[in-house]
């Protein structure tokens, strides 16, 4: 493919994926947004423990687990209800990148984009939980 024919085609995907975008309507109403984000809140327990159970080595943690029947069985009904809470930060994680994207494709639309972009990857922070 020629540079000419790929610069056409990337000016008409890019145009395609602009008139999608406009014509994308709200995902959420403003009632939908408050009840995604109180359901979001009410997970913070679990995020929470989980922190909480990292802050113990294998060793503490086993014996936290084998001296205390009602803990282990607090700590066997938390894993389970895990997978709900591993799915709903994918649907979130799914949301947030579609919102990016959406983002990015409004960006675009400004003449200075990269030294919007630039400036605020200057004052965007690390996460805190450090990867493992």
Do not use: C
């Not at 423990?49 to 069985?73: P, Y």
């Not at 949301?95 to 639309?109: C, D, F, G, P, Y």
């Amino acid at each position: 493919m020629t540079r000419k024919k790929a610069e056409q085609n990337s000016e008409q995907f890019a145009d395609e994926v602009t008139a999608k975008v406009k014509a994308a309507p709200a995902w959420f109403t403003h009632e939908q947004m408050a009840k995604a984000e109180r359901e979001f809140q009410a997970n913070g327990v679990t995020r929470r423990i989980a922190l909480a159970v990292l802050t113990k080595s294998g060793q503490e943690l086993i014996d936290a687990v084998s001296a205390d029947r009602d803990f282990a069985v607090a700590m066997a009904d938390w894993s389970a209800g895990g997978d709900g809470y591993l799915a709903g930060l994918e649907a979130e994680r799914k949301t947030v990148e579609h919102a990016q994207a959406r983002v990015l494709i409004a960006l675009a639309h400004r003449e200075d984009m990269d030294e919007v972009l630039s400036e605020a990857r200057s004052t965007t922070s690390a996460p805190a939980i450090p990867p493992a």
